[in-house]
């Protein structure tokens, strides 16, 4: 591991050449000195954009290919078993169970997909950051209280009560909590959500125990900051670095549980095309259909895929002492 | 020591009563509408659902029903079982009224399915990822070291059900054809290598996602722990490479990967539903899935409880497993 230089003296990466001016980098230019040099981020960066375009392009791609999401093609694309047809020049990934454009169904897939990962992820890192924040500032019977309600939901068998409430959510049209929750997009969001907000809160939670008692804190509150100031405006900004890291972790975990929802047959209703639904439906005929398993789990993957490899290069250029 | 053990244990105690009461609420009070209904299966006859409103107290207060739940739990349902049903004992975790069986039965049954998926998965993961790990952080920027990291990351983004069908393809009939890796679950006692093979696919699957997992982290500890300042006086004091790493090294990067060890075990027991669902397997998660899909909910009540003890079971075990090891962790 390379000593590290005082930081006013820090030249990018720490290579200062004798007789050179010696300029100061924000934290922000080192971040970015360091993330562009890293190939593999970019590329997760850049696959990361490209399908948010495809999402969010997906009613257009529909009607440029003519076909659109529930649309059946029944007499073209499925055979006389009832077996739909594989790839060709209309249909290039082929058709799913009931004859429609599984091309045009997996745009609409990767939609729903970072749709429920990122909202889900946000509400998870709402919730995560300000209970973990009041837990470490506070400590006490508030720290109690919010890390023993962690520990409880980090040891329960997660998958089987987030199938447990889809079940029981789902079994009547006005979903949950008077309405609050509704079975669909909603319901899903609001599981994963509820079952990943210890993750964040304990993170942020460790880092304001050791945050709260540095002297610039102290020095907010001789000055008369309250509590609210002290805890969003002079902690808060010194965690968004490993924030954002687990946010980045995170979401493709998420979009993974709703595909595993979806797989289970609890996720969204089929309406909304996801892609663990159609793996769901491909299970059934996957040796006769292979491109219905074979390109929504390649698109999953390639979803998560550059999720992870963001991630991982988001913690190496933030973290001033990874070297790995 | 024997103050933690009880304090944990009190713990434990603890945990297993809060997963009651939030498996009553999530299932008796949070969703709408009359609970005699959705308790009775998807087709529920006007003699089944008075049955259910009777058998569960439905119609009396929300303490009561608790206080219900919680005795049958507690004293077993022989002396209640309905007529027909068989399997009810302790603990009372009441009937499916789909099947008609006892969810005591049901679960006594498949258990062992559930296990074998578990515990083979976790020894071949433990072994792959540990080892991957400790071999990319030593020769780290490495061919090897990057491959066996490019593997990981795959390994993690990969979602386990395409990857059992996949490899389901590639080995099942319209691919190398061979027969011994088909799906569903042979018994170890009627026939050991066929319980052997059925096995092998699901195993590697789970392994491959969770020995990625393992790699990234047994790796990252051991890059961290061996920039640490005793590592250096180990080194300088002349101790040879194998004993630092071996010795020092290993030691400290791979406690926390022991304790992740125990508590994986514990929640893929609940966890393995997916794996079951596409090998077939008919454990305790397909079980589940397949109540909760036809609204059988005493069934998923059952399991989730059950799985519920065994994570807080685990992870006690795995807690004084730690403090043994580690005495910081016994006086904080």
């Known amino acids: 591991m390379a000593t590290v230089a005082p930081e006013t003296t820090q030249a990018p990466l720490g290579l200062a050449v004798a007789g050179e001016q010696v300029t100061g980098r924000t934290p922000r230019q080192l971040f970015w000195a360091r993330f562009k040099k890293d190939r593999a981020a970019l590329l997760g960066l850049a696959l990361i954009v490209l399908l948010v375009l495809l999402g969010a392009l997906a009613p257009l791609i529909s009607k440029l290919a003519g076909h659109g999401p529930n649309e059946l093609f029944t007499r073209e694309m499925t055979d006389e078993f009832g077996i739909p047809l594989g790839p060709n020049g209309e249909f290039i990934f082929g058709a799913d169970k009931s004859g429609r454009d599984l091309f045009v169904r997996i745009m609409y897939g990767i939609r729903t997909s970072l749709i429920v990962g990122v909202v889900a992820t946000l509400f998870a890192v709402f919730i995560g950051v300000v209970l973990g924040i009041a837990a470490g500032y506070f400590r006490g019977v508030v720290d109690t209280i919010i890390s023993r309600t962690i520990d409880v939901i980090l040891s329960m068998p997660i998958l089987l009560f987030a199938i447990g409430i889809a079940a029981a959510c789902s079994a009547t049209a006005t979903g949950c909590l008077n309405g609050l929750v509704k079975p669909g997009l909603s319901l899903v969001i609001f599981i994963i959500a509820i079952f990943t907000w210890p993750y964040i809160a304990r993170i942020v939670r460790g880092s304001t125990l050791s945050l709260r008692e540095k002297e610039f804190i102290e020095a907010a509150r001789s000055v008369g900051a309250g509590n609210g100031r002290i805890m969003f405006r002079e902690i808060l900004p010194n965690l968004v670095a490993p924030i954002i890291v687990y946010t980045t972790v995170i979401i493709p975990n998420n979009i993974l549980f709703e595909a595993a929802l979806s797989f289970l047959g609890l996720g969204v209703p089929d309406r909304i095309p996801s892609l663990g639904r159609m793996l769901d439906d491909a299970s059934a005929i996957f040796e006769d259909a292979w491109w219905f398993m074979f390109f929504p789990g390649l698109f999953l993957i390639l979803i998560t895929l550059a999720f992870n490899l963001l991630g991982d290069g988001l913690r190496d250029a933030l973290d001033p002492r990874s070297d790995r | ?332």
């Not at chain 2, 609420?25 to 006007?46: H, L, N, S």
């Not at chain 2, 027909?84 to 006892?102: F, H, K, Q």
């Not at chain 2, 990057?146 to 490899?167: C, D, K, T």
């Not at chain 2, 669902?277 to 454990?283: D, E, K, R």
């Open chain 2, 1 to 332: 020591m024997g103050r933690y053990v009880i304090r944990r244990l009190l713990w434990a105690a603890l945990i297993v009563f809060v997963v009651t009461l939030l498996t009553f609420v999530i299932f008796y009070v949070m969703p709408p509408g009359d609970p005699a209904i959705r308790f009775a299966g998807k087709q529920p006859t006007e003699a089944t659902i008075r049955e259910v409103r009777e058998q569960l107290g439905l119609d009396k207060s929300l303490p009561k029903q608790y206080y219900t739940f919680v005795e049958r739990l507690v004293t077993g349902d022989a002396a209640e079982c309905p007529q027909g049903v068989e399997g009810c004992g302790w603990p009372g975790l009441w009937i499916s009224y789909d099947s008609r069986t006892a969810v005591r039965q049901e679960i006594i049954e498949r258990g062992p399915r559930t296990i074998s998926l578990a515990l083979g998965g976790a020894i071949l993961w433990l072994v792959l990822g540990v080892s991957i790990g400790i071999i990319s952080a030593l020769k780290r920027r490495s061919l090897a070291d990057r491959l066996a990291m490019g593997f990981a990351l795959f390994g993690i983004s990969a979602p386990v059900f395409w990857l059992g069908l996949l490899a389901l393809f590639i080995f099942g009939s319209e691919g190398l054809g061979i027969d011994a890796f088909s799906t569903g679950y042979v018994e170890f006692s009627s026939d050991p290598v066929g319980w052997f093979s059925h096995l092998v696919l699901p195993w590697s699957v789970l392994a491959l996602l969770y020995a990625a997992f393992y790699a990234r982290m047994t790796r990252g500890n051991l890059i961290d722990t061996l920039g640490e300042d005793y590592i250096r006086t180990a080194r300088a004091k002349g101790l040879p490479e194998r004993k630092v790493i071996m010795k020092h090294g290993l030691r400290a990067s791979l406690t926390p990967v022991v304790t992740m060890f125990g508590m994986d075990i514990a929640l893929l027991i609940g966890g393995a539903v997916i794996t079951e669902t596409v090998f077939n397997l008919q454990g305790l998660g397909n079980f589940a899935v397949n109540s909760a899909a036809s609204a059988d909910l005493p069934a998923v009540v059952g399991v989730t409880l059950v799985l519920a003890v065994a994570v807080a079971v685990m992870s006690l075990v795995v807690d004084v497993v730690y403090a043994y090891l580690d005495p910081r962790v016994r006086y904080s």
